[in-house]
């Protein structure tokens, strides 16, 4: 077998170079990047017949043969190989083909008339001429695209089939951009999956159109990888980020196509809207069914949660999302988020909009044929969810406050958008006709929307009917306004650091006013630390109900602070009498960590249970100084 590749990037631009490789090629095409019958539904929109084309760096490719019989007939080609040039005149120029013609020229000096093409096609010549951007071959482009402007006519277009490595996509936008021409850029998955073979890097296909310089016109740049409508970005960054993404994905995708990845978790993504890289639009999320099929014998199928589902067990946790893996009946499902501050008209937009994608991540079988994905959801309703409002915490971060339909009826949420997935604070709507005759939406104080939350209340229930319960962790408030309905004789405080989460849980969660509810805006730390330093000083329950700002250690409620000794023994001092209960609402994924807390509190407490939640992450545990208390209480 012939060595057909150069030792260097230099012989690329070579003529020696390419005229060995083509002896040594013989009569076969050297299809760079796919053929006609893959490229023509996208360049056939950006040529007419009627149009004066030349294909530089023609090479030994059936393009220019199949062009002329698809009916462009004005076609001349150019190679810098004269004996590519001489097999591609005794090949095709014949009486069959007439004014197809073959020319020896180097497209960075021909001798044609100026603005004499319509059209200047370049099939992997960019490429080739460009390895790197070595000052040299930097100015050699420079040479090229100057001659391009004089060739082509006002309107002409210079169409480029190219791999648009990052130096190259970098380069030819920025040149173009600052003449005034238009940029398009768009992929040719055709020719990535062509029969006989499957390309691991995108084909693009570049449309620059020539256009006057005009100083009040901004130069347009577009896009459009995935087969739908054209994308608009506002700068040259923008679409060198563009092509980068495209090409990561890609090559994702391709090792994808031939793994499971049951053995290794799941796979998520970040689908992002053209000229929107701040916030996603999607989040997708593959896992594969642990099995010893072949990717070639693999099924698949997308599954879109509905507005406002996203947070369930179901399709948050990786155990929930097994379970629906399992109910699909596929070996691999791609699992479909509709992230926060979009506009999803329906479920039909979703999947027009993410229809190549799924392929892209489909089991080798379903991704080089290109069959059509299904796609899954509950009941074809995309759902719905109203954003209340938006706002920014010093402590929290950024937050939404927003409802959503569900299966109970209006729900209203507290979202920190560091965890978008977890829902801090839950309450129900219920309609209720005011003093006036009209209809108004209010809390619903019946209304328990986690499941640990029944165990607190239940915690409750066991102490003195006055009792005084202290809790760290405000949040919107709806653990305070339950227990006081249920409980009015009942203390509460209260203690929360974020004001703004204050002001949320007063404003848009009903937060009650109560002078058996006393809420302190401050760090629990030292609330605690000071509370058990102050005379007389005496809690019936203390419940750690916080979240952790930092996760990295995999515990994300409570703060790790909050169980240290200092603290344990202030809550000691506070919890002095024997029915005195210590509540924490622990969630915590490291198990050497949960472990170490475990221990940490059965050794100082009597009496300790936990109770973890079957469709959560929660784990309530109970702590008291009374021997063998839940055994009698909670059995």
Known sequence: MFNLLPKTKSEFTDSEYWDKFFKKRGDKAFEWYGEYVELCSIINKYMKVTDNIL???????????????????????????????????????????????????????????????????????????????????????DKLFKEIDRLLKQGGRYIIISLLQEHIVRHLSTYFHSLGWMLRITRCKEAEHSAGRSLIQPVFVVVVTKFKKNPNITPVLEINFNGDKLHRLASTDEIISAVRTEQQVALLCCGLSNSNISGTGSLTLDVYAPGNPDIPRYTLVVIDKPSTKSTDDMTYAAFIIPQGRECEWTF???????????????????????????????????????????VELAPSSIRESRKKVPFLSLGGDIGKRHVVVRGESEWSGGYVVEEVEGEEGTLRRLIFMKTPYVIQSEIRLKEVTNKDGQIEKVNDLTYLSCEYHVFLNLAVALL???????????????????????????????????????????????????????????????????????????????????????????????????????ILDAVLKLVTGEQSLFMVNLVCRATDLHDKIVSKLQSLFPSYASIKMKHDVNEVIFCSLEQNRFTLALV
Do not use: W
């Open 464 to 566: 003195p009917p006055n009792a005084n319960i202290l809790i760290v962790g405000l949040g919107g408030g709806v653990v305070v306004n339950y227990i006081h309905h249920c409980f009015e004789k009942v203390k509460i405080t209260s203690i929360e650091i974020d004001p703004a989460v204050c002001e949320v849980a007063n404003k848009y969660f009903g937060l009650v006013s109560s002078p058996n509810i006393d809420i302190h805006i401050t760090d629990g730390i030292d609330f605690i630390l000071n509370e058990a330093q102050r005379p007389g000083a005496k809690y019936d329950m203390i419940l750690f109900d916080v979240d952790n700002k930092d996760t990295s250690l995999g515990l994300s409620c409570p703060p790790k602070r909050f169980l240290e000794d200092d």
């Open 55 to 141: 294909n530089i760096g023609c090479g030994n490719s059936k393009l220019s043969a199949d062009l002329y019989d698809a009916g462009f007939k004005n076609l001349k080609n150019i190679d810098m190989s004269e004996i590519v040039i001489k097999n591609m005149n005794k090949k095709y120029a014949t009486s069959k083909r007439p004014g197809l013609s073959f020319e020896q020229m180097d497209a960075l000096n021909t001798t044609y008339e100026n603005e004499q093409f319509n059209v200047v096609l370049d099939k992997g010549t960019l490429d080739a001429l460009m390895p790197d951007n070595n000052e040299d071959t930097v100015e050699r482009i």
């Open 316 to 358: 948050s946790s990786d155990e929930g999302r097994q379970v629906l893996l399992a109910n699909c009946k596929v070996d691999r499902l791609t699992i479909i988020t509709l992230n926060r501050s979009h506009e999803f008209p329906d479920l039909k937009s979703v999947q027009d909009e993410l229809g190549g994608t799924v």
